[in-house]
């Protein structure tokens, strides 16, 4: 390592060291310096040398002031002499090995919001009823979605832990790489990083995709004339990923103001469909009650070829999607203001809000399904399970209202996704994981957003697009983008 810089910071996990002055500089003197960090962990036998590049003109070179970063490797604690005028994110950023380069603009809210928005329930519940309902009938939106939502939660609040020590948008690839064994951190670290990876890119070209399929099911209910093609399909969702890519290079702060407003809309076509599924409903002029019977709500019906509890096992595939996003607030962290408290905060809000929220509208589902055959087998022809369960329900301008609402918030989704995607692509491309990492980890000066990330995300969820033409092929590979994001999780 290069040892030409005016100032050395040497920090321990073992024991602190204390940063000191290189010799032959007058305290007086004006200098730009480079930090270095030299991490040294006895207990391994081997030395982390991260470098970073200047960051920072000081008139003067004061005395070392103490700067307390809990390393999660030890209890010790980090001492890092600096500029007074960095922020306490900038110095856990610069502790972490990185330079901050993002502005801080997202509060604990707005960091929420867009998770929230990327999990976003209305949406995922209406395009997973595939696997829910198609796999378990009512079981797989009520008894077998509790069993899921117990060890996903599980999983959301170890990760907020670890984001408290490590909130840097590399997130779970960079938390692996500190705390795994040295024989295999290697491994595992890449396991993590393309398993996250692959779900990031894929999550909004698959809700393009089913946003746009859920559009041509409307224009097929209210038009005899029209037949479903793919073609259709693929321009449709290509031009709805167009301009969430576009939004998705905003400003942080015009970013933040856009995902306050969706998580608010959420939330607020979330109520609205909940009290019309339960108290709008069509069944008694149908001859039906109200609700169905609790025994028939909660039942379970194998529409699988594999035993029963396979086929519960097959329906977590749906709530898995559902609950997807919580780790968003995690690949924020650099641009999110007191993050080791606020990242945390909203992964386990949106955890255990969007869990207990999605799971109360799936059980209105339940209660009033008039024939769960036929939208299992959807006899209408639509392709969308959700839009033939509210075409039963509800009388037209409602069930067009509803899915309506559907499409909106899958289309916030989308964006929300190709946001969070941007910052993982970034945080990679940082560390040189990519091929023409340099291009990919270029901060707009503009919009002081990972533009290059998010423009080349796009493209590669335009080649998974294609993927419509070969048939099951595409639903095959999202399929393996949901699954993906538990692995990574996992480890």
Not at 11 to 40: A, C, D, H
Not at 93 to 115: C, D, H, N, P, W
Not at 117 to 123: E, H, N, T, W
Not at 212 to 237: R, V
Request: glycine share 6%; hydrophobic share 45%.
């Amino acid at each position: 390592m290069s040892m030409n810089s005016h100032m050395l910071i040497c920090f321990g996990f073992e024991k602190v060291i204390k940063s000191q002055v290189v010799p032959g500089l007058k305290p007086s003197q004006t200098t730009s310096y480079t930090l270095y960090f030299t991490m040294s962990i006895e207990s391994i036998g081997k030395q982390l040398q991260p470098s970073i590049q200047p960051v920072a003109s000081v008139t003067s070179i004061i005395s070392p002031t103490e700067v307390h970063v809990i390393s999660s490797i030890s209890d010790d604690q980090v001492v890092v002499s600096h500029n007074p005028d960095i922020s306490k994110d900038e110095k856990v950023i610069m502790a972490l090995g990185y330079k901050q380069e993002f502005k801080r603009e997202f509060s604990f809210f707005t960091t929420f919001s867009v998770s929230f928005s990327v999990m976003g329930l209305l949406p995922s519940i209406a395009s997973t009823l595939f696997y829910s309902i198609c796999y378990a009938g009512n079981a797989g939106i009520t008894w077998g979605y509790l069993i899921a939502m117990i060890g996903i939660l599980a999983v959301a609040f170890s990760m907020a832990e670890i984001s408290s020590a490590f909130p840097t948008s590399g997130g779970l690839y960079y938390a692996t790489a500190m705390l795994s064994p040295p024989k295999y951190k290697a491994l595992l670290s890449w396991c993590v990083g393309w398993s996250n990876y692959f779900v990031q890119v894929t999550n909004s070209p698959s809700i393009g995709y089913s946003c746009s399929a859920m559009i041509l099911a409307l224009k097929q209910m209210t038009d005899d004339s029209y037949t479903f093609q793919t073609w259709h399909c693929y321009l449709l969702a290509t031009g709805i990923t167009i301009v969430c890519a576009i939004i998705a290079s905003a400003p942080t702060k015009w970013i933040a103001w856009i995902n306050s407003c969706s998580t608010i809309m959420n939330l607020i076509f979330l109520f609205i469909s909940f009290i019309i599924i339960l108290a709008g409903n069509e069944r008694t002029s149908q001859g039906l009650p109200r609700f169905n019977s609790s025994e028939s709500a909660w039942a379970l019906t194998n529409y699988t070829q594999w035993p029963d509890g396979i086929s519960i096992l097959m329906s977590f595939m749906a709530v898995i999607w559902t609950m997807s996003g919580y780790d968003s607030p995690f690949h924020l962290a650099e641009e999110c203001s007191n993050a080791q408290t606020a990242t945390p905060n909203a992964i386990v809000m949106t955890a255990t809000t969007g869990g207990f929220i999605g799971f109360a509208f799936q059980l209105a589902i339940a209660y009033t399904v008039i024939d769960l055959d036929a939208v299992v087998n959807d006899d209408q022809g639509l392709g969308q399970p959700y839009v033939s369960f509210l075409d039963q329900l509800l009388d037209r301008p409602k069930t067009l209202a509803l899915a309506s609402m559907a499409i909106i918030t899958a289309f916030v989704m989308a964006f929300s996704c190709m946001i969070a995607a941007s910052r993982v692509l970034f945080s990679y491309s940082r560390d040189g994981c990519f091929p023409f990492s340099k291009i990919w980890s270029k901060v707009n000066k503009t919009t002081h957003t990972p533009v290059n990330a998010v423009w080349a995300n796009w493209f590669i969820g335009q080649l998974l697009l294609t993927l419509m033409f070969g048939g099951v092929a595409i639903d095959a590979v999202f399929s393996v983008g949901a699954i993906a994001s538990f692995i990574s999780f996992t480890i």
